[in-house]
């Protein structure tokens, strides 16, 4: 009986190919495993499991084990494994042996790349924060604690003041300490137009006609690709256009090296030289009284002959001093102009219906301007 129980071991043994495990009673059940206790294997390896159990004095009844006889070993996951296979012999003796096998990491992590990302672009002082992550394959054991380092700490600023073409790096560690490191590159680009200064002519401001006025203005790129041209619609201190009334506008275009063009446009008003009206008018609001009636002389310089077409379409005009929001009534009148002087007349016909009353005469000139003048009539 003995001979053939040790002929099954031995066969058993063959099929398994490692040696019987240690029982703690020669009569007890021996168990086999297809591997070392202890053995090592690279991630991804194909080992395929066997056991078999035998008994020196009996017959096995049970022979079992913690996963199927021909699967694979998981060596998928890195780190240590382990297998039982428990045998029972028909008088009930039972021996449970767990070995364990460790699957080694063989594979470097990977770094996913958020910002900055390789090839990317920023505008130059624009905020941007290090954002990247370290990770390790399936199956792998982690990244280490503090294993994923870069050039700049996870969300920090990045230096975007500065033009140019830049690398950055990260290295990622594992628990198996496999380590990789990878470097990118990024830029930083100016995207921001040269700044203007346009000082003359000063956005929304009155010139009189004809007055002489030089363009001023400059252009900068601090910090930028560098200036490449500032040019105006007219040479820096040449005279602006005043010869003609109304609105007038004036640009500057700056150039920098990248590429980038700026604009600065103000608009000036060109309007006559009004020195105000001469007596017998006041001040607006005072009112002069005059006899109803009789012709009104308003008397104004312009600083010169600007010839006889200084008045808007429908101007001027009188309106009843109560209701100044009412539409002026177009007045009669001659306008002359004297050049001994330099003093423009206009003589507004009254009528004496206008007696105990108060009007205002309303002056829109050629250029855009609205005078008043205030009267009270008399009998």
């Not at 998981?74 to 012999?89: I, K, P, Q, R």
């Not at 982690?142 to 073409?165: A, E, K, M, N, Y």
């Not at 590159?185 to 203007?196: F, M, N, R």
């Not at 007055?211 to 001023?216: E, G, K, L, R």
Request: negative net charge; hydrophobic residues 35%; proline residues 6%.
């Amino acid at each position: 009986m003995r001979r053939g129980l040790a002929v099954t071991f031995l066969a058993l043994a063959a099929l398994v190919g490692v040696p019987a495990a240690a029982a703690a009673d020669p009569a007890d059940p021996v168990v086999y495993f297809s591997f070392d206790d202890g053995m090592y294997y690279p991630q991804g390896a194909v080992a395929t499991f066997g056991y078999a159990c035998a008994s020196p004095v009996s017959a096995i009844v049970s022979c079992e084990a913690s996963q199927p006889m021909g699967s694979q070993l998981d060596t998928f996951h890195a780190g240590t494994h382990s297998v039982t296979v428990t045998a029972t012999d028909y008088e009930g003796r039972q021996t449970a042996v767990t070995q364990t096998y460790t699957v080694i990491d063989i594979t470097k992590p990977h770094i996913l790349w958020r910002t900055p990302s390789d090839g990317a672009t920023f505008e130059q002082g624009s905020f941007v924060t290090a954002d990247y992550v370290c990770e390790d394959d399936p199956g792998g054991l982690g990244i280490l604690d503090d294993g994923c380092v870069g050039q700049r700490p996870l969300g920090f600023p990045l230096d975007t003041s500065t033009l140019g073409t830049f690398t950055f790096w990260v290295t990622a560690v594992d628990k198996q300490l496999n380590v990789t490191q990878e470097t990118i590159h990024y830029s930083i680009v100016d995207t921001t137009p040269p700044t203007i200064a346009l000082s003359s002519p000063a956005d929304g401001a009155t010139y009189t006609l004809g007055q002489q006025v030089p363009a001023s203005f400059s252009c900068d790129d601090h910090g930028g690709s560098g200036l490449n041209g500032c040019k105006g619609d007219l040479a820096g201190g040449a005279l602006l256009d005043t010869s003609s009334l109304g609105s007038h506008s004036f640009t500057v275009t700056s150039y920098d090296r990248a590429g980038n063009v700026g604009h600065e446009t103000h608009t000036y008003n060109v309007a006559y030289d009004f020195g105000g009206f001469a007596a017998p008018a006041s001040a607006y609001p005072t009112a002069t009284s005059v006899k109803a009636g009789q012709p009104m002389p308003l008397k104004f310089s312009l600083h010169g002959d600007q010839g006889p077409n200084i008045f808007a379409t429908g101007s001027p005009g009188w309106t009843p001093c109560d209701r100044v929001l009412d539409a002026p009534t177009p007045a009669d009148g001659t306008l002359s102009y004297n050049a001994s002087n330099d003093r423009y007349t206009y003589l507004a016909t009254t009528s004496k219906a206008w007696a105990g009353t108060c009007r205002d005469i309303l002056v829109t000139f050629a250029d855009g301007t609205l005078r008043k003048a205030r009267f009270s009539f008399a009998k």
